[in-house]
């Protein structure tokens, strides 16, 4: 008789260790379906930053357009604006020389240079 009991006392022990393993095994499918929907949420979050990024380049894309375009402009009206302070400065010179010239008469005159 001691070796039917003992068959029966393996036999119980095996199933206890299958009944822990089905509960076990069942954490892990939950756990696993856990994951599997945070990674379709974060899987859903890449793809708004993907989208976000290209929204990005294309408005960079659309402002280095606008920037070039603003310095050309500036650009053209700066050497605009030194051509015509060329021409003013030109004539600024000739009165200049004729300002320093006469107060050198006058300073020559004051102290009898002359």
């Known amino acids: 008789m001691a070796v039917p ?3 029966i006392h393996a036999e119980l022990f095996v199933e206890e260790r299958i009944a822990r393993l089905e509960s076990t095994v069942g954490h892990v499918q939950s756990d696993i379906t856990e ?4 990674l379709r949420r974060i899987e859903g979050k890449v793809d708004a ?3 976000s990024v290209v929204e990005v ?3 960079v894309s659309a402002l280095e357009l606008k920037t070039s375009e603003s310095f050309r402009a500036l650009e053209l009206k700066m ?3 030194f051509r015509a302070l060329e021409g ?3 004539e600024s010179k000739l009165w200049w020389i004729v300002i320093a ?3 050198l ?5 004051g102290f009898g240079w002359l």
């Open 5 to 7: 009991a003992t068959k």
């Open 57 to 59: 380049r294309d408005s």
């Open 105 to 109: 008469g006058v300073m020559a005159r």
């Open 79 to 81: 050497s605009e604006s």
């Open 88 to 90: 003013k400065l030109s």
């Open 49 to 51: 930053v993907k989208d």
């Open 101 to 103: 010239a006469s107060l």
């Open 35 to 38: 994951m599997k929907g945070d």
